[in-house]
């Protein structure tokens, strides 16, 4: 049985290997050059407030994190959060990216969040699919926003909104 659980500096190593598979298959992320495990313990340590990444292990192994983040530093902003999910490739397809998910919502909620975003390759059909399941919207595609191995790629946008702050007017 997967266990979720937050990430700590000794995951870094199985989260950089997670994410340099996705920077390999250029599909999901606008990141182009691999990502070491002391980057990724940086991204760790720097964590804020109502901020985390989630991993997602099964008999002691890594097969997935998600990252729950502010969208932006601007008080407006303070309800809103971005979302991710990356899984190890050998690994998709069996259930994790929506336990990940399903994890990040509820921590949003913990952490008081009413809108989350998502920022995803517009040609990643598994990922939008994934995130409609979930009850995120599409609400806009960024044409030609990231340029990656000579090309232009849309980003889609979609967002979900969650209960209402309490006591914010």
């Known amino acids: 049985m997967p266990e979720i659980r937050d990430a700590a500096t ?23 050059t691999r990502v070491d495990a002391d980057t990724v313990a940086q991204w760790l340590r720097g964590l ?17 994190y998600g990252v729950l983040k502010r969208y932006s530093d601007r008080e407006g902003y303070r309800f809103a959060a971005e979302t991710s999910v990356y ?20 921590r949003s909620r913990a952490y008081d969040y009413h809108h989350l975003v998502v920022k995803l390759w517009a040609e990643n059909e598994r ?16 044409r030609e926003i990231g340029y990656v191995d000579g090309e232009w790629r849309d980003v889609a ?10 006591g914010d007017d």
């Open 87 to 106: 899984l190890r490739r050998d690994r998709t397809g069996e259930g994790f990216g929506s336990e990940l998910q399903e994890a990040l919502i509820g």
């Open 127 to 142: 990922s939008r699919a994934l995130h409609r399941k979930f009850g995120y919207d599409l609400v806009g595609v960024q």
């Open 48 to 64: 804020g407030e109502r901020e985390a990444i989630l991993v997602l292990r099964e008999r002691d192994e890594i097969l997935g």
């Open 157 to 166: 946008i979609m967002q979900k909104c969650l209960q209402r702050p309490p």
């Open 10 to 32: 000794g995951d870094a190593s199985s989260i950089s290997a997670i994410y340099n598979e996705s920077i390999a298959a250029r599909d999901s992320t606008m990141q182009t």
